[in-house]
């Protein structure tokens, strides 16, 4: 073999090399545009997940945000709330205020308005009170009377006026109690009571005034006005010196709690009259059983007062000694 033959394979040699060079070159560049692209495409993803995730970044804090925002409107909606219904309740305490105030005002101005008014008319009636009186027509300042309150004036025409009415009001006091004895005795025991009410109302502490007050109560209590009669009677136990007439005025005051349906307190006081042993034990046994029992009542006998007292006593009257209480 020549040199040139042997030049000529290893040109060939190397001009396969060269062509394998190439190619795998070739092959090369082609991998490496698929790695570019493939990269761009990664790039590109990668690149869309950036926006994605930053316009997700950007939802989340504009959400916060907007939540934050929501979140103090409300804490100032509610803090504006509540002043708002504090200045209501403010407001309305205010108005409730005055408005007591202004009813506190109109009572009194209507308190005022009426104590003048009865200065008034108390003034005048002591002035027609005392024209009469000096004209000797009693049966004028009679019809008066009833209406003069001396505490209602000032203190001058008091200190002239007082003597004088306290004088005629004991004077027509009497006569009152004199006349509400005689209906009392003809058993005219609706007028007899208007009477000795008169007659307290005109002198409660005078000197006919618990004989007034005990006939008072039998007369209500023949008129089977128990209630009425209670509180007199109990007044008189507290008042009353004279024992006999004590143990009377227990003994009615229990009757009367048991018609009244007080049982409970009927029952005490007629256990004290029932042990006593006086001649009102029998008829505070018979209260006693009914009461016990559930039974009826004993029998309603009308009190029939003594006669009537021409002459002033400064003593207790002597109780009537007939009728029931006094038998039952």
Not at 295 to 312: F, S
Request: glycine fraction near 4%.
């Amino acid at each position: 073999m020549t040199d040139t033959s042997r030049e000529l394979i290893e040109l060939k040699k190397e001009v396969l090399e060269t062509r394998n060079q190439a190619i795998k070159t070739d092959n090369q560049v082609k991998n490496l545009g698929l790695d570019i692209k493939t990269f761009d495409k990664r790039f590109d993803l990668l690149e869309r997940r950036t926006r994605l995730a930053s316009v997700g970044a950007n939802i989340i804090v504009a959400v916060v945000i907007i939540f934050a925002a929501f979140l103090l409107h409300k804490v100032r909606t509610g803090s504006l709330t509540s002043a708002v219904e504090s200045s209501k309740e403010a407001a309305e305490a205010a108005k409730k205020e005055a408005f007591e105030r202004n009813e506190d005002l109109q009572k009194t101005k209507a308190a005022l308005e009426k104590s003048v008014a009865r200065r008034d008319e108390v003034e005048r009636a002591i002035v027609s009170f005392l024209t009469s009186i000096d004209a000797g027509q009693e049966k004028s300042a009679e019809k008066v009377i009833d209406t003069i309150d001396l505490d209602a004036v000032g203190p001058a025409l008091k200190a002239m006026a007082e003597a004088r009415v306290d004088e005629f009001r004991s004077r027509v006091a009497e006569t009152t109690y004199k006349n509400g004895r005689t209906h009392a005795s003809a058993n005219r025991h609706s007028q007899a009571v208007g009477e000795f009410e008169r007659s307290l109302r005109l002198a409660p502490d005078g000197k006919w005034s618990e004989s007034a007050r005990y006939t008072l109560a039998n007369s209500l209590w023949n008129l089977k006005k128990y209630e009425q009669a209670i509180p007199i009677l109990k007044e008189l136990l507290a008042t009353s010196k004279d024992r006999a007439l004590l143990e009377e005025l227990r003994h009615t005051l229990g009757a009367c709690l048991a018609r009244a349906g007080n049982k409970d307190e009927a029952i005490s006081v007629l256990k004290k009259v029932a042990s006593a042993n006086t001649r009102y034990t029998e008829s505070a046994l018979e209260y006693l059983t009914a009461l016990e029992s559930g039974g009826e009542m004993p029998p309603l006998v009308a009190i029939r007062p003594a006669p009537p007292v021409r002459t002033p006593r400064t003593t207790t009257p002597t109780p009537p000694t007939t009728g029931a209480p006094a038998t039952r």
